[in-house]
């Protein structure tokens, strides 16, 4: 599938390497990360050296060059979340999934990620899920949003 | 057809066609900026930061790397301020603190008046000066290395870590990187890391004479010759 998915980014793209950052854009959407392999067809498709392709996505934050969970919990560390207790909100989160930050969970369904300030510092701690946003947490909100993350998870594969 | 510009800098008339940069031009006329990541005939990118001068504009001086200045007419430069000279060995300083293995840096160091480095020595093997990226992709056009992530995280790597099958195997980047050098005595262990200063004694010539330039005689240490 991820073959056929790169092809139809690429599409009508070929050979315009001016198009780099809206095709890693495409398939950090479609395929939550970029591997190395769609980096390598990028680069040949595109005609743009490979040395590029990774500088440019090792670069953005919105560039992920490891696989994600299907559910991103990023969590602010700004200043104003941070005085607002957001070391004890990630550590809550790392315990709880026992995953590090950019790593993914065993069941492959969660992510912990950190930005440095949303822009809703007023609303701190903030957490966004899946970029919605969670505002005022604390650990038993957090706990809740987990768990219903999980369900929704676990339902879902049973409807597949 | 060249165009040419006149320019002063240090106080000297000074001639240089149109598109050279500062540092360039002050090379030329024997005028020696210290400097670091520049690299004849490469592109400038400003890494390094121990180049900066002072660019007098309408009476107001503004501070900027002499690398990626162009000459412009009438322009006036003073590259050994006071002002200069303390900007330049805190710059100096903080690439000691940073890198204290490269002999280059240490030497750097002194001729830029360190004396000591009031900065926890970090040790790291790369001050991302950007030498080896550029040679790999403008002399040798092969872009088998380059920057890689971004704030502290930036590093120099070949795609996806594994070598390139673009390198020639030329080696430009080792014989350009300042690391490759260490101090005369040897690597500094971690936690044993110094200001090396053993070539300061040569300085105490231009302390006397501040006329006297020691720059091409310590700048040997570096292979300036190398590039
Ligand atoms: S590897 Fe060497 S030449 Fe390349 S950026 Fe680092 S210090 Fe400079
Ligand atoms: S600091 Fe968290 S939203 Fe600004
Ligand atoms: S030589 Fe100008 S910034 Fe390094």
Known sequence: MSLNTMASIIEGRRSQPHQLIEVLQDVQEQQGYISEDSMRVISKDLGVPPMEVFRVASFYKAFSLKPRGKNVITVCMGTACHVRGAKLIINQAVGQLKVQPGEVTEDGLFTIDQVNCLGACALGPVVTENGKCHNHMNSSKLRKLIKSLKNTGTEETAND | ?227
Not at chain 2, 28 to 52: D, M
Not at chain 2, 56 to 81: D, F, P, W, Y
Not at chain 2, 103 to 117: S, T
């Open chain 2, 1 to 227: 057809m060249l165009q040419y510009i006149n320019l002063k800098i240090d106080g000297v008339n000074i001639r240089a066609a149109k598109g050279t940069t500062v540092l360039d031009a002050a090379f030329e006329y024997g005028i020696c900026i210290p400097n670091l990541c520049h690299v004849p005939n490469l592109s400038n990118i400003g890494a390094c930061r121990i180049c900066i001068v002072e660019q007098i504009v309408n009476g107001r001086s503004k501070v900027t790397t002499s690398c990626t200045l162009l000459v412009q007419e009438g322009m006036i430069i003073k590259s050994n301020t006071d002002k200069i000279r303390n900007l330049r060995r805190n710059i100096a300083e903080l690439l000691v603190a940073q890198a204290p293995n490269s002999k280059a840096i240490q030497d750097i160091a002194v001729r830029c008046g360190v004396k000591k480095v009031r900065y926890p020595f970090r040790n790291e093997k790369c001050v991302l000066c950007g030498r080896c990226v550029r040679a790999c992709t403008e002399l040798f056009r092969a872009k088998a290395i380059g920057f890689v992530g971004r704030g502290k995280n930036r590093h120099i790597d070949s795609p996806f870590g594994v070598l390139s099958e673009f390198c020639k195997r030329c080696g430009a980047c080792i014989d350009l990187c300042p690391m490759t050098i260490t101090p005369c005595s040897g690597p500094m262990k971690p936690g044993k890391e110094r200001l090396c200063g053993e070539c300061e004694s040569q300085l105490y010539l231009s302390d006397k004479t501040p006329d006297h330039c020691v720059w091409c005689e310590l700048g040997k240490g570096f292979q300036c010759g190398r590039y």
